[in-house]
């Protein structure tokens, strides 16, 4: 493959290109925290100065902004978020190592779950365009996608928890029950937009020529759909996935906090209620490196799946 | 036959077609009878219609204030002789005053910060795309570089060190809104600049600012009607997201998304508080999506999803 090398010089290119993108989330995130008004010890209680200033050495609040900020930026590179101001005795990479895997097991599977069956729906409906099927199916996408997760939330506890008694109404074990409804609640949008975006590129990837010619040649519709069909059309699928990752980690925050689930988004709320500044920063940090990273590795899939795609091209 | 007097070379066609007023018809006007067509955009746009009316003229219409505490119905159930015909909440306020007093703040903040990011994108988007070159890649690098940033986490950010003001919702939803629009611009106005027309003021001696604002802006506004219906429920559903988790707007104020929020507290007892607020969040949000699928394929046949 000639292109390789193309593409190597081209990942190589857009990774250094995140720098600056890590960078700006950083300084935002730390002169935001600076002009904010209201130390993190203004407790009720007014703290004698010696204490106040063994607090300040401590945080290095003593020192000129520029310093820690330099001292800040270091810190973060060496992936250390810094002590909690509100959870004493905790490190906020502690709170992450944590919550984090509670996370990321529900949003792992929401994200499987909702590329199945997203993928799944939006095939069905293409390949039934413009029956009741189809147009049912994307009214229910639409449904989906208009209906916000915190609403469907309370409305699945009240009838499946509450009244029929099937499933926990909220709370956290790592069993399978704790997970059905946050889980499910939680892919239901990204599962709308999947199959909208499926039905969509899959109609296009039917009409097209090459469809033709492998129906001419008398292939059953079931092997031009898989061989033929589904690469091509799951290519916007694969660069939603990207957006969908973000859009599912801030979901996740409004999940867990009403399933009562011990995540990451349940501790950067209760940050945020706090004035938890390390923690918001640490967490707005960790999500946010993990969003750029994840969509990079997501380009990098797109274009190896996507044969049209030209490296030297700027978008 | 006022016409054929001024033009009588089209006189033996319409003759012939056996018409007098031969009439062209604009591509916008293709696109409403295209609108029109399309039943769900039209029912979608009535009952927005209807919602609007609701939220604005409904609280001069009902006897109770929003605040009014009915101690002798407290979480009353729906009833038409109480007065209350949605139920009240557990410290007896009308449900359906507060939901529609919500949706006015819900709606506001909705409209504002589309405008907001409307005119930050266009005129950003515009500018990149009609100078190209240098200017284009620093301004779009800069764009991708505050795409990348967690735009929920950092609203958060904004959210918990400035304090929870009504103003800085607006402003911080906006700000971060603008950049889908200034790359749909910037794309359509690379696209534009290189046509006849645009050549041909650029000939006569327009200048650059005056293209912009008389060909190009002009030609841009079907796409960016598209985009804008598409924003405000977005706009709208952040903004419920943030109160819902009570980092939005505050008591006294409400939203939907704060209501909502009240009501999953007590939706064990007074399922109808939890209910009521979610109808009109989810009907506005349904609505606007339809119409924004309306006129994307009324206005852009092409591109249809």
Known sequence: ?315 | MTKSAENPVLDPFEAALGVSDVKGRSPWEDAWHRLLKNRAAVYSAFIMAFIILLVIFGPMLISWESDFTDWDYTSSRPSIESGHWFGTDAVGRDILVRTLEGGRISLLVGLVATIVSLVIGVGYGATAGYFGGAADRLMMRAVDIIYALPFMFIVVLLMVVFGRHIVLIFVAIGAFNWLDMARIVRGQTLSLKNTEFIEAARACGVGDWAIIRRHIIPNLLGVVMVYVTLTIPQVILVESFLSFLGLGVQEPMSSWGALVSDGAQDMESAPWTLIVPSVFLTVTLYCFNYIGDGLRDALDPKDRL
Not at chain 1, 113 to 133: D, E, H, P, S
Not at chain 1, 142 to 158: E, K, Q, T, W, Y
Not at chain 1, 268 to 274: C, I
């Open chain 1, 1 to 315: 493959m000639i292109q390789d090398s193309g593409m190597l010089k081209h990942s190589l290119q857009r990774l250094l290109g995140l720098i600056p993108t890590l960078l700006m989330l950083v300084t935002v995130a730390f002169f935001l925290i600076r002009v904010a008004p209201g130390g993190p010890f203004d407790s009720e209680k007014l703290l004698p100065p010696e204490v106040e200033a063994n607090l300040s050495a401590r945080y290095h609040l003593d020192e000129p902004v520029l310093q820690q900020y330099f001292r800040y930026v270091g810190q973060i590179a060496a992936l250390d978020f810094g002590p909690s101001y509100h959870y004493k005795d905790w490190t906020v990479n502690e709170l992450i190592a944590q919550s984090f895997p509670v996370s990321l097991t529900v949003g792992l599977s929401a994200m499987v779950l909702a590329f199945f069956v997203g993928t799944l729906l939006g095939i069905a409906a293409a390949l039934r365009q413009n029956t009741r099927t189809d147009y049912s199916l994307m009214g229910f996408a639409m449904l989906g996608m208009s209906v916000p997760n915190f609403v469907i939330a309370p409305v699945l506890i009240l009838l499946l928890a509450v009244y029929a008694g099937w499933l926990p109404a909220g709370g956290w074990d790592w069993s399978i029950a704790y997970m059905v409804l946050p889980v499910i609640t939680l892919s239901l949008p990204a599962i709308a937009y999947i199959a909208r975006l499926t039905r969509g590129s899959m109609i296009e990837v039917l009409n097209s020529n090459f469809i033709r010619t492998a129906r001419a040649k008398g292939l059953p519709e079931s092997t031009v759909i898989r061989r033929h069909a589904l690469r091509p059309a799951l290519l916007p699928v694969i660069s939603f996935l990207g957006p969908a990752t973000a859009a599912m980690i801030s979901g996740s925050v409004v999940i867990e906090r009403i399933f009562s689930i011990p995540g990451l988004g349940s501790y950067f709320v209760q940050g945020a209620l706090n004035r938890d500044y390390t923690l918001v920063m640490g967490v707005v940090i960790f999500y946010g490196f993990l969003i750029i990273i994840l969509n990079f590795l997501v380009d990098l899939v797109y274009a190896w799946l996507n044969p049209k795609i030209r490296y030297d091209e700027k978008r």
